[in-house]
C-alpha cells in the first residue's frame, strides 16, 4: 500500500456511531462522509484522531480489518489527561467530521502457533482484533484481561464468544493479574502481546525477562521514562536537501528547530510513541528517546524521531 | 442471467497477434464495457482504470490466494508452493510483506545507491568503449540488473543465468498452457530447484537482502519455514520485471529525442521519466483476481469463484484517466498508474526498480547526447510481460 491510497493526515471522517463500552468508556465508528473505502490496516494498527480543538491522540483500531468502510476505537476518559479524551467523552458527537492520519502499526502480529495476550483496561483495544486474527489463523491463543472493575472492562460481550480462552480478571475481585502464573516457564514459539497502562507493562517485562528475545511485544501510549540527554549542550542539525544548518539548544526539540528553518516534518503525538515524524539520519549519532525503535534499530543509527529524540554528536545530516 | 448482461469477446488476449500488439485489442475491451466476458477461458475482463484500480484495492472480494494467474487453486494444484506474497490474503500476507516492504523501503536502499552508480558508470564506459552501437536488451537493460541485483540479494556468482529463463517461464506460467509454456515447461523443475537452493540461510551473503529476511525470522517476525519463500520472491518477481521496465524507459528515450535532451538538461526527471514508461509501456500487463461471493461491477455481477483478468496496460492508457495516453511525456505526472500494481500487493520492489533506472539513466544521460534507434527491433512474447527481445541502438 502506497502513502497515495492511504488515509491521510488531515482526513476527514464522520463519527457515525458512538457508544458507550464500559464505564469511562466510549467506542467511536468512523466512515468516510461520502462512504469511501478507508486505507486498509493490520491488527495493532493504530490511527490519529485530529480533533477540532487543536488536540492530536492516538487510538488503536479496534474493528473488523474487513470492513473497509469503518474504523472503530475505544477511548477512555482520562481525568489526568491533556484534554483529548475529555473532548471526545464530552463534545464530540454522531455526525461530527474528524480529522484522521494514519492507519500506522507499531505492534504488529508476528506469526506464531501460540499467543498469550495481556491486556490492562483500554489496553484491549488493539488486541482485540489481534485475537480475532490468531482464530482466524487457527493458533492456539488465550487472552489474560485484567482492569479494576468488571463494569470498566469493555467488550466483554464480545470476547465472551471465545470460551474459556479468554480470562477476564478484574482487580477487585482477583486481584493484580497474576503474572508469573499466567506466563509460567521460559519457552520457545509462544508470542506475548502486552498493552495496558505502564506499570502493567513495566511488570511483564520483568516476568520476561528469562524468555527468549523477542518473545515479548509490547505497546506504549505512554512515553517511556527516558534519562537526562546524552549532551547538554547545543548540537547542529543539518538539513541535506536545503543545505541548512540549524543549532539546537537544551531546550529545544529538533522537530521545532528544523520547523522553524522553514522544513515542514509532519508530526503527532509530540513523545516519541507514535512514529510520524521518523526521519532519516545521514550522519552523527542520534541520541534515541523514544518508546518504539528496537535495539536493532536503535544501533543502525540510521533513523530518528525529530519530536524526542536528540543528538549524541556534534553535527546530525538528516534527509530533509 | 448475467451473461446477458455482459459483453463477450473470444479474442485470446494471449495469443501472438495481441502479445505482439496489445493496444488495439485494449481499446476494444475498454470501449465494451466496465467487464467483458473472455469466452476462450471463461474468465471476467477488466479494462478500465476505474475498475481496475478498484478492484486491486479490494482485497476483500478480489482474493490472490487463489492464484493470481489463469490457475484457480481452489480447483488446481499450484505448478509451485504459492508465493506468501503475491499468492496469499491478509491475514497470512502481513507479515511476510511487512518484512519485505521494510527491508526494500527507500530508508534501506541509501546504501546501495553508491555502489549502483559506480556499476552503472563502469557498465557505460566499456559498452561505449566497444563501439556506439549495440542491442540496449541484452547491454544494458539485462546487464544493469544482473549486475546489481543478485549481489543486493546476496546469491552467489554461480548459477546466475538461470534468473532470467526462471523468471520468463514464472510470467508466461500466469497465463494459459499455451505455446509459451510448453517450450519452457521441460526445464522448469530445474530451474526451479535451482531457484529454491538459492533461498536457504547458508547460501546467502551475510549482509543482503537475503539474509536481512533470515535476521526477521531470527526476530520472530516471520517464521523460519516462510524466509525461503520470502526471498524466492524477490527472484522471481525483481529481475525480469526490472530488465523490461529499463528495455522500455530506453526504448521511449530512443524514439522521443526531445525527451531525452530534456531528461540530459534536467538529470532529476530520470525518477518520473521511469514511471512513465512505466505507464506508457506497462512491463507487467495483467493480473489475475479471483472474486470471493459474487462481486457487483458496475451493472455485472461476477460469480463467486470466477477468475477475473485485470488489464494493469490497458488502465494505464484507459482515455477517461488520462490526457493523450499513448504519448510518452515527462511532463505528464503519472502518479496513479497501476504499472506497479496497486493496494496491498503492490509491487514491494518498486523502490528497487527505481534507484536501478535512475543510476543507469543518470550515467548514460551524462556521457550519451543522442540514442536512437538503429536496425529493427523485435518483441519477445510472454504471458504476462509487455517485453523486448531486441533494441538496437546508436548513441551519439
Not at chain 1, 201 to 214: K, Q, T, Y
Not at chain 2, 50 to 73: K, P, T
Not at chain 2, 340 to 362: K, N, S
Request: hydrophobic share 40%.
Amino acid at each position: 500500500m502506497t502513502a497515495a491510497d492511504a488515509t491521510r493526515a488531515g482526513d476527514a471522517l464522520r463519527v457515525t456511531a458512538k457508544d458507550v463500552a464500559a464505564d469511562g468508556v466510549v467506542v467511536l465508528t468512523l466512515a468516510h462522509p461520502g462512504g469511501a473505502r478507508l486505507a486498509d490496516w493490520t491488527p495493532g494498527a493504530h490511527i490519529d484522531l485530529h480533533l477540532p480543538d487543536g488536540t492530536t491522540r492516538q487510538y488503536s483500531l479496534c474493528g473488523d480489518r474487513f470492513d473497509a468502510r469503518t474504523y472503530r476505537v475505544g477511548v477512555l476518559r482520562e481525568p489526568a489527561g491533556r484534554g483529548g479524551s475529555a473532548y471526545v467523552h464530552d463534545v464530540l458527537a454522531v455526525g461530527d467530521v474528524v480529522g484522521v492520519g494514519g492507519p500506522r502499526n507499531n505492534f504488529p502480529l508476528v506469526p506464531s502457533e501460540r499467543y498469550l495476550f495481556v491486556a490492562g483496561g483500554i489496553g484491549i483495544t488493539p488486541l482485540l482484533p489481534m485475537v480475532r486474527q490468531a482464530d482466524l489463523l487457527g493458533a492456539d491463543w488465550t487472552l489474560v484481561y485484567g482492569g479494576r472493575r468488571r463494569g470498566s472492562m469493555a467488550f466483554l460481550d464480545e470476547l465472551e464468544s471465545h470460551g474459556d480462552r479468554v480470562h477476564v480478571l478484574p482487580e477487585d475481585r482477583h486481584g493484580r493479574l497474576d503474572l508469573p502464573r499466567w506466563l509460567g516457564e521460559p519457552r520457545e514459539g509462544v508470542a506475548v502481546y502486552c498493552c495496558g497502562p505502564g506499570p502493567l507493562l513495566d511488570a511483564v517485562e520483568s516476568a520476561c525477562a528469562g524468555w527468549p528475545e523477542h518473545a515479548l511485544r509490547t505497546e506504549r501510549f505512554v512515553a517511556r521514562e527516558q534519562g537526562a540527554p546524552v549532551r547538554d549542550r547545543p548540537f547542529d542539525v543539518v538539513l541535506a536537501r536545503t543545505g541548512a544548518t540549524v543549532s539546537v539548544g537544551p531546550d529545544r526539540t529538533v522537530l521545532d528547530a528544523v520547523r522553524d528553518a522553514g522544513v515542514d516534518v509532519l508530526s503527532s503525538c509530540r513523545q516519541g510513541t507514535c512514529g510520524t515524524c521518523e526521519t532519516e539520519v545521514l550522519e552523527g549519532t542520534p541520541d534515541h528517546r523514544d518508546s518504539l525503535l528496537r535495539d536493532d534499530e536503535r544501533a543502525a543509527g540510521d533513523c530518528m524521531f525529530l519530536c524526542v529524540s536528540r543528538s549524541c554528536s556534534d553535527r546530525l545530516v538528516l534527509d530533509l | 442471467m448475467t451473461a446477458t448482461l455482459l459483453p463477450t469477446s473470444d479474442a485470446d488476449p494471449f495469443g501472438p497477434e495481441v502479445l505482439e500488439d496489445p493496444l488495439p485489442f485494449h481499446a476494444d475491451l475498454r470501449d465494451a464495457g466496465p467487464v467483458v466476458h473472455l469466452s476462450r477461458y471463461d474468465v471476467y475482463a477488466m479494462g478500465r482504470y476505474e475498475h481496475v484500480h478498484a478492484a486491486l484495492r479490494d482485497w476483500q472480494g478480489f482474493q490472490s490466494g487463489a492464484g493470481v494467474g489463469l490457475s484457480n487453486f481452489r480447483t488446481e494444484p499450484p505448478w509451485r508452493p504459492p508465493s506468501l506474497l503475491l499468492e496469499s490474503d491478509p491475514p497470512r500476507h502481513d507479515a511476510p510483506r511487512r518484512v519485505l516492504a521494510g527491508i526494500l523501503a527507500p530508508r534501506e536502499l541509501r546504501r546501495l545507491r553508491e555502489r549502483w552508480s559506480a556499476v552503472a558508470d563502469e557498465l557505460v564506459d566499456a559498452l561505449l568503449a566497444a563501439g556506439d552501437e549495440f542491442d540496449a536488451v541484452p547491454k544494458l537493460a539485462e546487464a544493469f540488473p544482473l549486475r546489481v541485483f543478485p549481489d543486493a540479494v546476496g546469491i552467489p556468482d554461480e548459477g546466475r543465468e538461470n534468473l532470467l529463463p526462471y523468471g520468463d517461464f514464472l510470467f508466461n506460467a500466469f497465463g494459459p498452457h499455451n505455446d509459451l509454456v510448453a517450450a519452457a515447461a521441460h526445464r522448469a523443475p530445474e530451474l526451479g530447484a535451482w531457484v529454491n537452493a538459492q533461498c536457504a540461510r547458508d547460501v546467502l551473503a551475510p549482509d543482503g537482502f537475503g539474509a536481512r529476511i533470515w535476521a526477521a525470522a531470527d526476530r520472530g517476525e516471520i517464521t523460519a519455514e516462510q524466509a525461503p519463500l520470502v526471498v524466492r520472491s524477490l527472484l522471481s518477481a525483481g529481475v525480469d520485471t526490472t530488465v523490461q521496465a529499463l528495455a522500455t524507459v530506453l526504448h521511449a528515450f530512443a524514439t522521443h529525442p526531445e525527451h531525452w535532451r530534456r531528461l540530459r538538461a534536467e538529470p532529476q526527471l530520470a525518477r518520473v521519466a521511469f514511471d512513465e514508461a512505466i505507464r506508457w509501456g506497462s512491463p507487467v500487463q495483467t493480473f489475475f483476481r479471483t472474486a470471493t461471493t459474487d462481486v457487483r461491477v458496475g451493472d455485472a455481477v461476477i460469480p463467486d469463484g470466477k477468475k477475473i483478468l485485470m488489464f494493469l496496460a490497458s488502465a494505464n492508457h484507459d482515455p477517461r484517466r488520462w490526457t493523450d495516453p499513448e504519448a510518452f511525456d515527462l511532463s505528464r505526472d503519472p502518479s496513479g498508474h497501476l504499472g506497479f500494481g496497486f493496494g496491498i500487493h503492490q509491487c514491494v520492489g518498486q523502490h528497487v526498480a527505481r534507484l536501478e533506472a535512475e543510476c543507469l539513466l543518470d550515467a548514460l544521460a551524462r556521457r550519451v547526447a543522442t540514442i536512437e534507434i538503429a536496425g529493427p527491433t523485435r518483441r519477445h512474447h510472454n504471458n504476462t510481460m509487455r517485453a523486448w527481445g531486441s533494441l538496437p541502438m546508436r548513441v551519439g
